[in-house]
């Protein structure tokens, strides 16, 4: 059977997916590990040997870095398991889903009070264009 | 015998259970939200179901992606809370019925549906926010609890044609049960909501309107929503809505007896809608 990938085309998303699921392992994997407190207590003290522990790509590892909220999902990390390195930092959802769509966290919470982003606009990149 | 009584959808966002537990639930944000849970907590408590069958996804917690289960039924005596990087919730821990759990295990594999099990369960906020929202905050939840965890983080999800039929499985089953029980069923997540990307926030009212609306007489178009429509239409975590399909699929005969609607929660359109089946 053919496989369907239009969600491919819905703007600004990135669909968990076999092939982001295989590229995001270690990824999610060392995300998920902070759910235990002695790992969060050993990624506290040491960083970067805590992150030896797992086998992430050198990009994987500068945006965990970086704390590159779009760049993990770009490399097969899921909002999940990403958010998990956000709750570590003290970070709330809404924190980074304005640090992943380029907006002050005000103006995020300001456009949720307003009913959320809508979907105009924001459900085909092809009809984006044509529009456009 | 046992038998299906009532039904909840239920959305599940861990904001729900933060204002809660950190007695903030009736602060200006959030009192709109709670104001709306009271009319259903009065109803729940005449319903007193004894035995509430809980559909919800693990968000990382009790599994990875290590192993993936599209459909995994806790058959445990005991559940504690799963601490999600904040510490474990600060609410009761849930009791299961393992006897009854364990039935249903076997009533849906031989109907077809060959569900994964599980003995030992930490149970996210998917599992203990639709008690709070449903009980508020008691000393022990005043009914028993059987978790339904359902693969909704790993594409693809089960479809939602076969979350409905897994729901009427899940009811053949239930009558199935020799010991008296008045049981409930909780479908949860949802509503519309994106969580990535530079779509985050993404709230669709129209849609949600749409899935409450069919959900008591017309569910079947329901289970016509593909993957495509639900991740751009009510967002890649509005998928989340296929698990009240379970729910719906194991009533009868329902009929909707309270629904409350709320935006924002978070980053989430907040539903809850309540059905008595009159089958039952």
Not at chain 1, 57 to 70: G, I, Y
Not at chain 1, 109 to 117: A, I, L, N, V
Not at chain 2, 162 to 177: F, I, N, P, T
Request: hydrophobic residues 35%.
């Amino acid at each position: 059977m053919a496989l369907n990938t239009d969600y491919e085309d819905i703007p600004g998303t990135y669909i968990f997916n076999g092939r982001r699921c295989r590229e995001g392992y270690q990824l999610n994997q060392f995300c998920k590990s902070l759910d235990r407190e002695e790992n969060r207590e050993a990624f506290r003290e040491d960083g970067a040997t805590y992150l030896d522990r797992f086998r992430l790509t050198p990009e994987q590892r500068r945006a965990v870095e970086t704390r590159d909220w779009l760049g993990m999902l770009h490399l097969g990390g899921n909002i999940y398991y990403t958010f998990k390195l956000a709750i570590f930092d003290g970070l709330s959802m809404q924190q980074v889903g304005g640090m992943m769509s380029q907006m002050t966290v005000d103006d995020f919470k300001q456009m949720m009070m307003e009913g959320g982003r809508s979907p105009s606009g924001n459900v085909s990149k092809k009809e984006n264009i044509n529009d456009g | 015998m046992a038998k299906i009584v009532a039904g909840v959808g239920t959305s599940h966002v861990p904001a729900i259970g933060a204002a809660s537990d950190h007695a903030k639930d009736r602060n200006e944000y959030f009192k709109p939200l709670f104001d709306g849970y009271d009319p259903a907590r009065e109803w729940i408590s005449k319903v007193n179901p004894d035995v509430v069958i809980l559909v919800y996804n693990d968000h990382a917690c009790a599994f990875s992606v290590e192993v993936v289960n599209t459909f995994v039924l806790g058959v445990a005596e005991k559940y504690e809370p799963a601490d999600e990087g904040y510490g474990p919730r600060p609410v009761p821990h849930i009791e299961g019925h393992a006897d009854f759990a364990s039935h249903i295990n076997e009533c849906l594999i031989f109907d077809e549906f060959d569900i994964a099990i599980a003995n030992e369960m930490a149970v996210d906020h998917g599992g203990t926010v639709p008690l709070t929202v449903m009980y508020d905050r008691p000393e022990s939840w005043p009914c028993k609890v059987i978790p339904l965890c359902v693969n909704v983080i790993k594409y693809p999800q089960p479809t939602g044609l076969r979350c409905y039929k897994l729901g009427k499985a899940l009811r053949k089953a239930v009558e199935s049960y020799p010991e008296d029980l008045r049981v409930a069923v909780f479908g949860t997540g949802g509503m519309s909501h994106q969580l990535q990307g530079e779509r985050a926030g993404f709230v669709n009212q129209e849609f949600d309107l749409m899935f409450l609306d069919n959900l008591q007489d017309n569910p079947e178009a329901l289970t016509k929503i593909d993957h495509n429509e639900y991740l751009r239409d009510a967002g890649s975590e509005g998928i989340e809505l296929i698990m009240w399909l379970i729910m719906r699929g194991a009533m009868e005969n329902p009929k909707e007896v309270y629904r409350h609607y709320h935006v924002p929660v978070s980053n989430t359109a907040g539903g809850l809608i309540c059905f008595e089946d009159e089958a039952a």
